[in-house]
């Protein structure tokens, strides 16, 4: 499954629309997402499953990059 996640770089930014990255990451689950991110400090706003529509639309997108992690 492929997951979106909306965050800030450093734990310690404060979460500011203008200032949320995102990127795409393939796991079993939210939590295993978040385990292969731990190492990355990143302040994770909010991880959203895509799939169907929202994944090929996402797909489209110019930004659209799945991490290898």
């Given amino acids: 499954m492929i997951y979106k996640v909306y965050y800030q770089e450093t734990k310690k930014e404060?979460?500011?629309?203008?200032?949320t990255n995102?990127?795409?990451?393939e796991a079993n689950s939210e939590r295993e997402v978040r385990y292969k991110l731990k190492?990355?400090?990143?302040?994770?706003?909010?991880i959203q499953t895509?799939?169907?529509?929202?994944?090929?639309f996402e797909q489209k997108s110019e930004?659209?990059?799945?991490?290898n992690v």
């Fill in 22 to 25: 995102s990127l795409y990451v």
């Fill in 63 to 67: 930004h659209f990059e799945l991490e």
């Fill in 50 to 56: 895509v799939e169907d529509e929202f994944l090929e």
């Fill in 39 to 46: 190492e990355r400090n990143y302040n994770i706003e909010f």
């Fill in 14 to 19: 404060v979460p500011v629309r203008e200032r």
